[in-house]
């Protein structure tokens, strides 16, 4: 059991698995700023714009309060395209700040040339070509 728990705890205090429940807390949080914006602002706007009631519901026969609630639906897909939009645009800014002061390799100074004769492949340091016996005056 004590084993059990030695492993369990290496397992949770790793730097990757605390890492991942900090961005699960934090997205949570961030997943909720989005609904509050996309209800108290875009969706007003976009009632203002269409003049009909975003909110609506279509109601179904059956029990009381059964109906499609198609504003909320058009509510969730808004909020799922602007955390998109948010968390690309943060991916694409981490990307270009992971790429900033890094050195772009030098390109490799070339091993191999042409015979000027015939056109084969021969070491760059060749003074006669070994494939037409070609002297090679460069």
Same mark, same amino acid.
């Given at each position: ?8 705890? *290496? +397992?949770?205090? =790793? ?9 699960? &807390?934090?997205? @949570?949080? !961030? ?21 009909? *009631? +975003?909110?609506? =519901? ?9 109906? &499609?609630?198609? @504003?909320? !639906? ?65």
């Amino acid at each position: 059991m004590k084993k059990f728990l030695k492993e369990f705890k *290496e +397992f949770a205090l =790793k730097g990757n698995v605390m890492d991942m429940a900090i961005g699960v &807390i934090i997205g @949570g949080a !961030f997943t909720a700023i989005v609904t509050a914006f996309t209800d108290d602002f875009i969706t007003p706007l976009i009632s203002i714009l269409g003049g009909t *009631e +975003f909110g609506g =519901k279509i109601p179904l026969p059956g029990p009381e309060g059964n109906a &499609i609630l198609w @504003g909320d !639906f058009i509510s969730a897909v808004v909020n799922f395209l602007i955390v998109a939009i948010i968390l690309f645009a943060m991916l694409k800014a981490m990307n270009k700040l992971m790429t900033i002061g890094k050195k772009k390799e030098e390109e490799a100074e070339p091993l191999t040339k042409k015979c000027p004769f015939c056109q084969s492949e021969i070491d760059i340091k060749a003074i006669k070509c070994p494939h037409c016996t070609s002297d090679i005056k460069e």
